[in-house]
């Protein structure tokens, strides 16, 4: 949109990008004190100029006249009234309190998005307010998209917060599982730019490989894919290492630092490339040179993201992803993967003591919930409303859009309207809100101080960085933290900020401290660069287990593993037919909120295609732009189907973030809804793994025909 301005000067403000991990340095443009536009700091010291068109995009999000500008209360569906700020904190913190009177703590639920996770003053004034009145069922879309990694990480190294990252920049084999780095940029490694650092390893002559179902845009730059069926890649894992070990051999780093070994080669021995290789779509001899070709390369890295984490079997795949580097010598070592320490020293620790095991629940055992990283399912969030004997009656979402982000919309719709109270705080009355007895205007990632937090332990060049609020929060816009610290104060807690004695900055102050340095220092001089942790040190100072060694074959696995040998039992009866569904990424969309702005949505991005190979295509006697019929038995959609030549056979994709039929206070995303896929994925009990409460999401079985 165009910014309407006086001739005054502008002022330029060095700031950073919320969008992904790497927080690239941005310069914001103001002007009586209205974002202008957004642009790449050149001078970053770790960004260094680079910044993607989501992070530029984010002044045209700042300015969208859609966004929430003050508190309103519903009236009636999709009837709206503005209330004051007192009245609807005063309103809200009543009802709950007289919700957990009459039925207890476990009528309380909540659930936060994507987006908390970019600002560092959500967390603390969030867990004082739920955690204090006594929220008992939080969810998250941690279990959407990464909750395995946590789960994986503390079997494998005794805490969830370390997941050693790969030294591109050093390594001779780069494998990369499920990622799009040209497109999404990476997650669990931050790492700005990575298609130049991709681009020179691939110069030099390093070898990368991507592992995919289809010809993703990242191997138009760098590197080769390996086309495999979706939901497999647990298999591949598991025949690289059974290869490695009977050709090659383990490194000695596991008798050094290791415990385990023995179960965890009987384990892989009963999936040799021969038995597995059909089920993955790659012959048996590809298979068995890939892993020789990773074991030999004097330097080797390993790497997955949300293509595998959103499988059915998400952290087997991380704890053999964990072992490939492992039994390889590449773990602690430089080329290989690496615990990328941050601004606060003890961020290893901090993901040791968490809560262990599982619960048992109306809708089957789910891994108990707490500490870093992993929430109640996300996928029985409508159970716990509209089928618990002790059901949640009041829900507080935060940044999240869960009618469409998960899986069973119409499930949700029902479970959503039948809550007695429903908060939504968020900058767009999304389709989640629409449900909403109250929604809260927040400020957006412009108008609040904040530092770049998310990649904390993630950063291959550690660091961090401090922004001012850029502008002052429009209209009556509050930042997160302000809503929850008021809240809290009506139902009688303490505040996280007094007044009389502001302590916003306290955490992260004492965290900086670790490392000899301090808050005022930080806002002086705006970016903080650390040395990068020696590879090395991985075995003596970050591994957490009492006995300091990598636990090659965790006892909590053993369910899960027993269910890896049925699924594959399963997916070897599977008919030839069969369609799998995949989520493909898309360079103009980030989760929902990007679906409001106009200029994302002209031309063919105005409607979410439905891609199929031509060979599939020629099957169902489909054309190119032919409206299909997308079914299962978790739902149904229609749309238009795209032909291409990226996708394996078999294999159909689709973009998430779209849907918005259910969206009016979303002016353009309501006139170009498109299709939500979401509605295609399974939702309740059986629809997440056990083991980290992570949703099944990606390979999901389809049928297509004309519409």
């Known amino acids: 949109m165009t910014v309407k301005h006086s001739e005054q000067p502008s002022r330029e403000v060095k700031t950073f990008c919320r969008v992904c991990e790497p927080a ?199 590197g080769e894919v390996m086309l495999v069926k979706p939901d497999t890649d647990v298999y591949l894992l598991a025949a690289m290492i059974e290869e490695i070990h009977r050709s090659v051999g383990f490194s000695e780093d596991v008798d050094l630092h290791g415990r385990g070994a023995a179960e965890l080669i009987s384990f892989v021995s009963r999936y040799p490339a021969e038995r597995v290789a059909d089920v993955i779509g790659v012959p048996a001899d590809e298979i ?210 007094d007044p009389d004695n502001p302590q916003v900055w306290a955490r992260t102050d004492a965290m900086l401290r670790s490392r000899g340095h301090s808050m005022e220092e930080l806002r002086e001089e705006g970016v903080l660069v650390f040395d990068v942790a020696q590879p090395e040190r991985f075995y003596d100072d970050f591994l957490q287990h009492d006995d300091a060694r990598v636990d090659c074959f965790p006892d909590s696995f053993a369910d899960a593993i027993e269910r890896m040998a049925k699924l594959l039992d399963e997916l070897v009866a599977e008919p030839a037919s069969t369609l799998k569904l995949i989520s493909k990424r898309d360079a103009y969309m980030l989760n929902s909120w990007y679906s409001n702005l106009d200029k994302l949505k002209r031309r063919e991005r105005d409607r979410n295609y439905l891609f199929m190979s031509p060979r599939d295509a020629r099957e169902r006697q489909l054309a190119d732009g032919q409206r299909v019929q997308v079914s299962n038995s978790y739902g149904e959609l229609e749309t238009e189907v795209k032909i291409t030549d990226e996708l394996r056979d078999g294999v159909v994709a689709m973009t998430h973030g779209w849907g918005h039929r259910v969206s009016p206070g979303m002016t353009t995303a309501h006139a170009k809804p498109g299709a939500n896929p979401n509605r295609l994925l399974p939702t309740g009990p059986g629809s997440f793994e056990p083991l980290s409460n992570q949703a099944h999401m990606t390979g999901v079985p389809v049928h297509v025909v004309a519409a």
């Not at 503005?82 to 009245?87: D, M, P």
């Not at 079997?155 to 040209?182: K, M, Q, W, Y």
């Open 24 to 222: 690239c340095g941005m310069i914001a443009d103001v002007r009586d004190d209205t974002l202008i536009r957004l642009r790449a700091d050149t001078e970053h010291p770790v960004s260094k100029g680079f910044v993607c068109n989501k992070g530029i995009y984010g002044a045209d999000l700042h300015n969208d006249p859609d966004r929430l500008k003050w508190p309103l209360k519903r009236v009636g569906p999709g009837q709206f009234e503005r209330v004051s700020w007192a009245q609807a904190l005063d309103d809200i913190a009543s009802r709950l309190a007289s919700i957990k009177e009459a039925h207890g703590a476990e009528a309380l639920g909540s659930y936060t998005g994507n987006p908390t996770a970019f600002n560092a003053l959500f967390g603390p004034a969030f867990g004082n307010f739920a955690g204090g009145f006594g929220f008992s069922r939080n969810f998250s879309s941690g279990t959407q998209d990464c909750s395995n990694k946590f789960a994986g990480s503390e079997a494998v190294f005794g805490t969830r917060t370390c997941h050693p990252v790969p030294d591109i920049d050093h390594s001779d084999f780069i494998l990369l599982i499920g990622e799009n780095p040209a497109v999404s940029h990476m997650s669990f490694v931050s790492l700005p730019n990575p298609m130049a650092h991709l681009k020179d390893a691939d110069a030099r002559g390093a070898r990368i490989v991507y592992v995919n179902p289809r010809v993703i845009e990242s191997a138009r730059h760098a």
């Open 288 to 497: 068995r040179q890939l892993a020789r070709d990773f074991a030999s390369a004097p330097k080797a890295c390993a790497h997955l993201s949300t293509g595998v984490n959103m499988g059915r079997q998400g952290t087997l795949a991380y704890w053999l992803l964990h072992m490939l580097v492992f039994v390889t010598g590449n773990l602690g070592k430089r080329g290989g993967n690496f615990y990328g320490e941050g601004f606060y020293s003890r961020s290893v620790q901090a993901g040791k003591r968490v809560p262990a095991g599982y619960l048992e629940t109306p809708f089957g055992q789910v891994r108990k919930p707490g500490g870093v990283g992993i929430s109640l399912p996300g996928n029985l969030m409508a159970n716990y409303i509209t089928e618990a004997d002790q059901p949640i009656r009041a829900l507080v979402v935060n940044s999240g859009n869960p009618m469409l982000s998960m899986g069973g919309e119409s499930v949700m719709a029902e479970a959503l309207e039948s809550l007695e109270l429903l908060v939504v705080v968020d900058i767009y009355r999304n389709a989640t809100a629409e449900y909403a007895d109250y929604v809260l205007p927040a400020a957006g990632a412009f108008e609040r101080e904040d530092i770049n937090i998310t990649g904390l332990g993630l950063q291959v060049t550690p660091s961090v960085q401090f922004t001012p609020a850029i502008v002052s929060p429009g209209f009556e816009r509050k930042p997160e933290w302000w809503i929850f610290d008021e809240l809290a104060e009506r139902l009688g807690l303490p505040r996280m900020n």
